[in-house]
T-cell receptor, first 112, second 111 residues
Framework: QKEVEQDPGPLSVPEGAIVSLNCTYSNSAFQYFMWYRQYSRKGPELLMYTYSSGNKEDGRFTAQVDKSSKYISLFIRDSQPSDSATYLCAMKGGTSYGKLTFGQGTILTVHP | DGGITQSPKYLFRKEGQNVTLSCEQN?????MYWYRQDPGQGLRLIYY???????QKGDIAEGYSVSREKKESFPLTVTSAQKNPTAFYLC??????????FGPGTRLTVL
């Protein structure tokens, strides 16, 4: 069983839809949670970062963490064609240095 | 501009050759990382370095080598011992917090 599971999709939605992206994890040592956006043939870009259960909002993006259920989500409101990308969840334990453990990524297409 | 640069963008390797991928950062970050990305898979850690002249193996270090002689540079060598090197290679750096910031990547293809 992988430490982090992410539905690879692909996910196709119309412009303006609300998108929900999800990851589950098995390692209870994970304390820090991130969402990256990766356009085709580019490096990942950090979108959201959180370390506590609950919601964190940034513009059209909301990151949600439920540590008791080992489940994180990213919601995108009013989705735009420019949101079309691969979204990667990532997480790590409590030490300051060390690896991120990534989900396999969800491919999202927002069509006009 | 502050950031992470990787070169070359595309690299072709013949069987049996060693190749070196460059990663430079001017963010004054202490830690640097190398990841490999294969289609349909998440990123997997190859090596990381917390300080100059020190580095640790990640999950898939076999067939790779690194050096960290300067804070701003963390080159990765893909040796002939790496059986399946065709992949997208990503370098990242971190200021010592939990966030990692990525470069644009190098796509390596074995001919």
């Amino acid at each position: 069983q992988k430490e982090v599971e992410q539905d690879p999709g692909p996910l196709s939605v119309p412009e303006g839809a609300i998108v929900s992206l999800n990851c589950t994890y098995s390692n209870s040592a994970f304390q820090y949670f991130m969402w990256y956006r990766q356009y085709s043939r580019k490096g990942p870009e950090l979108l959201m970062y959180t370390y506590s259960s609950g919601n964190k909002e940034d513009g059209r993006f909301t990151a949600q963490v439920d540590k008791s259920s080992k489940y994180i989500s990213l919601f995108i409101r009013d989705s735009q064609p420019s949101d079309s990308a691969t979204y990667l969840c990532a997480m790590k334990g409590g030490t300051s240095y060390g690896k991120l453990t990534f989900g396999q990524g969800t491919i999202l297409t927002v069509h006009p | 501009d502050g950031g992470i640069t990787q070169s070359p963008k595309y690299l072709f390797r013949k069987e049996g050759q060693n190749v070196t991928l460059s990663c430079e950062q001017n963010l004054n970050h202490d830690a640097m990382y190398w990841y490999r990305q294969d289609p349909g898979q998440g990123l997997r850690l190859i090596y990381y370095s917390q300080i100059v002249n020190d580095f640790q193996k990640g999950d898939i270090a076999e067939g790779y080598s690194v050096s960290r002689e300067k804070k701003e540079s963390f080159p990765l060598t893909v040796t002939s011992a790496q059986k399946n090197p065709t992949a997208f290679y990503l370098c990242a750096s971190s200021p010592g917090t939990d966030k990692q910031f990525f470069g644009p990547g190098t796509r390596l293809t074995v001919l």
